[in-house]
């Protein structure tokens, strides 16, 4: 199996920009999950997908973030407008079911300038 | 309150030696319990679940105290290898999992 697969691996923007990450989970899971991670905080949740749906939202940060899963086998978050706060990693990640291991993908470094 | 506490570390030991990191969680509902690694600029990746029990994995063990709502893990004979981030992670109710903001150990020849 590919795994969880991430795109792109490196992200430089400006500030103002656009920025939208992929993920394609493992075959077969119907559970996606991203997180960013920074020194500061640590991994956090931001969203989280069951059957393509959104469960929790509650970790986005603000409006300026969305994500989506048009079907099974792709995700997309979106920051627009990027901020220099939102560099970070971010990571997705895909498990059979919620309460099941997580497979991260490699993930996202952005770096916003 | 975070939901899950750790000390961050480093924890720097030496080659062979015995290492504890303990991992403090705030919701008493909480359910399923597993230790994650990451290594530097890498994906977290499954070490191990955690049991009720408790449970061991070659050099690994992993222990849970529900009445303190804390989980350990036990390194024996510590490698160069085993050098890496180590993060708790919990999971209560309907909630994803949370992770812990990770113990950093590095083992030295």
């Known amino acids: 199996d590919a795994g969880v697969i991430q795109s792109p691996r490196h992200e430089v923007t400006e500030m103002g920009q656009e920025v939208t990450l992929r993920c394609k989970p493992i075959s077969g899971h119907n559970s996606l999950f991203w997180y960013r991670q920074t020194m500061m905080r640590g991994l956090e949740l931001l969203i989280y997908f069951n059957n393509n749906v959104p469960i929790d939202d509650s970790g986005m940060p603000e409006d300026r973030f969305s994500a989506k899963m048009p079907n099974a086998s792709f995700s997309t978050l979106k920051i627009q407008p990027s901020e220099p706060r939102d560099s970070a990693v971010y990571f997705c990640?895909?498990?059979?079911?919620?309460?099941?291991?997580?497979?991260f993908g490699s993930g996202t470094q952005l770096s916003v300038l | 309150r975070k939901e899950v506490e750790q000390d961050p570390g480093p924890f720097n030991v030496p080659e062979g030696a015995t290492v504890a990191f303990n991992c403090t969680y705030s919701?008493?509902?909480?359910?399923?319990f597993f230790w994650y690694r990451q290594d530097c600029r890498k994906e977290p990746k499954l070490l191990m679940s955690v049991y009720s029990s408790g449970n061991e994995d070659g050099r690994f063990t992993a222990q849970l105290n529900r009445a303190s709502q804390y989980i350990s893990l036990l390194i024996r004979d510590s490698k160069l290898s085993d050098s890496a981030t180590y993060l708790c992670?919990?999971?209560?109710?309907?909630?994803?999992?949370?992770f812990g903001s990770g113990t950093r150990l590095q083992v030295q020849p």
């Open positions: 990640a895909s498990s059979f079911r919620m309460e099941e291991k997580l497979f």
């Open positions: 919701n008493s509902a909480s359910q399923s």
């Open positions: 992670v919990v999971k209560g109710g309907r909630r994803a999992l949370t």
